[in-house]
């Protein structure tokens, strides 16, 4: 067989192989962002669907040109209950649909003089944290004091007695599947008080993408009453994040570098070498074995429930960032080390000009790897903080999954935004990984 035939061969394989190792390792990946836009109504379907339905627009028209005897005011109050029975009611009675978006005219003479339209994951958010949080969809409990005012503020309508520049496709009013049974349903069991005229109904993938939007703002109405969180949503959380990753990252850069500089040279060989030891020996040791030690440790110190404990731990450096750096100083050549004591310079000065300057490859790649681990740390924050204005990321996530009324494609949209930024890190940062990885003498 020629050579060439079978390095072409060789080559085809590994292409081959390499394409299905990659779509094995991404899958997950993609299955958890699918699942981030199906519905309620598709996430628990057997068997699992892997590529989303579009999201349903449903336009519900409703004429008052009967209420011409009516003020401004009183018109603008009638259609307002008339609104939030709509929205409420669709989505609760047709909750196995994919009904992604409510839209709600309100027409008189011909014209349109109100408008308002709701994202179907806004309206479950009130339902489940808002203004109607665990309560029975029902005429009486949505018009239940000023209620739905509240509502209909925070979801925003527009109303104009001379008419709005809102239009909806009048030809196919009523034409669809919903036409009937909401009419019978608006008609029947919440008695709104316009003329219903039917429905319009569209499909639009973009409707999924907008489930993040509401996504980022579930801890707003399941954590309102603490102000950071209220303001801020997942930032709040987010800060919490970066302070502990930026802290992390400085710590086992700094500290790191510190205790491997004398290590490789000041101390002899043989001394050095047992301390280092000793250190490595320490990666032995479980977590399991010194949480409860270390967290009774943190709260002697007034440490529990505040940054102290969380950003305390990462004053130890890890052991093999030691060896790492202890590794990358032995190889810079004596000569230099011997010129800056000829200059005059102090141990202090030749770490800071010799040293970290050519360590740049090391610090890189401890760098990025505390992120990594730092961003992924979840247990010990979960021990130490349990205000949620004090949550990482990652326990946020957690705490928010055991809520009973948080839905499964909520989870799977964070579960995304935590992998997000990882993602991005190692995609921006990928050559100088690499190149780091190779400087550092690491053999992968």
């Not at 993609?30 to 999201?55: C, H, M, N, R, V």
């Not at 994951?121 to 203004?131: D, I, K, P, T």
């Amino acid at each position: 067989m020629d050579r060439g035939d079978s390095d072409k061969r060789f080559k085809i394989v590994a292409y081959v192989l390499s394409s299905i190792f990659l779509l094995t390792i991404i899958f997950p990946l993609f299955y958890i962002i699918s699942l981030s836009f199906q519905d309620d109504s598709e996430i628990y379907t057997y068997p699992p669907k892997l590529i989303p339905k579009a999201g349903t627009s449903i336009s519900i028209v409703m004429d008052y040109s009967r209420y011409s005897d009516k003020t401004e005011k009183e018109l603008e109050d009638i259609i307002i209950k008339d609104s939030t029975l709509a929205m409420y009611s669709t989505i609760y009675e047709l909750n196995r649909e994919k009904i992604s978006e409510v839209k709600v005219y309100g027409i008189s003479d011909g014209k349109t003089i109100f408008y308002s339209r709701a994202h179907g994951l806004m309206l479950r958010l009130q339902l489940q944290f808002g203004v109607y949080a665990r309560a029975r969809v029902s005429t009486k409990v949505l018009l239940n004091g000023d209620n739905y005012k509240k509502s209909a503020e925070l979801i925003g309508y527009e109303f104009n007695i001379d008419g709005l520049d809102k239009s909806y496709d009048s030809i196919r009013l009523g034409e669809d599947k919903f036409s009937i049974p909401v009419g019978n349903f608006l008609n029947s069991v919440y008695n709104i008080s316009g003329d219903y005229k039917g429905t319009v109904t569209g499909q639009n993938y973009l409707l999924l993408l907008e489930n993040y939007k509401y996504y980022y703002l579930t801890p707003t109405y399941m954590y309102k009453n603490i102000p950071a969180i209220k303001e801020y949503s997942f930032f709040a959380f987010m800060f919490n994040t970066v302070l502990t990753i930026v802290w992390a990252i400085i710590c086992e850069v700094v500290l790191g570098s510190l205790t491997a500089y004398p290590l490789s040279r000041l101390l002899s060989k043989k001394v050095a070498d047992r301390i280092l030891l000793y250190f490595l020996a320490t990666l032995m040791i479980p977590f399991v074995c010194i949480m409860i030690p270390q967290l009774l440790l943190v709260k002697s110190w007034g440490m529990y429930n505040n940054y102290g404990g969380m950003l305390v731990t990462w004053l130890y450096p890890y052991p093999f960032y030691i060896y790492l750096f202890k590794g990358f100083f032995d190889r810079i050549p004596s000569a230099y080390f011997d010129a800056a004591r000829i200059d005059g310079a102090n141990e202090l000065a030749t770490f800071l000009k010799i040293c970290i300057p050519m360590s740049k490859p090391i610090i890189t790649l401890v760098a990025l790897q505390t992120f990594v681990g730092a961003w992924g740390d979840f247990f010990w924050y979960f021990l130490v903080a349990n205000k949620p204005n004090l949550w990482t990321l990652n326990v946020a996530v957690y705490t928010i999954s055991k809520t009973s009324q948080v839905r499964q494609n909520l989870m799977m949209g964070l579960s995304v935004v935590t992998i997000m930024p990882v993602l991005a890190v190692t995609a921006i940062f990928s050559k100088q990984i690499k190149a780091s990885i190779m400087s550092s003498g690491i053999k992968g």
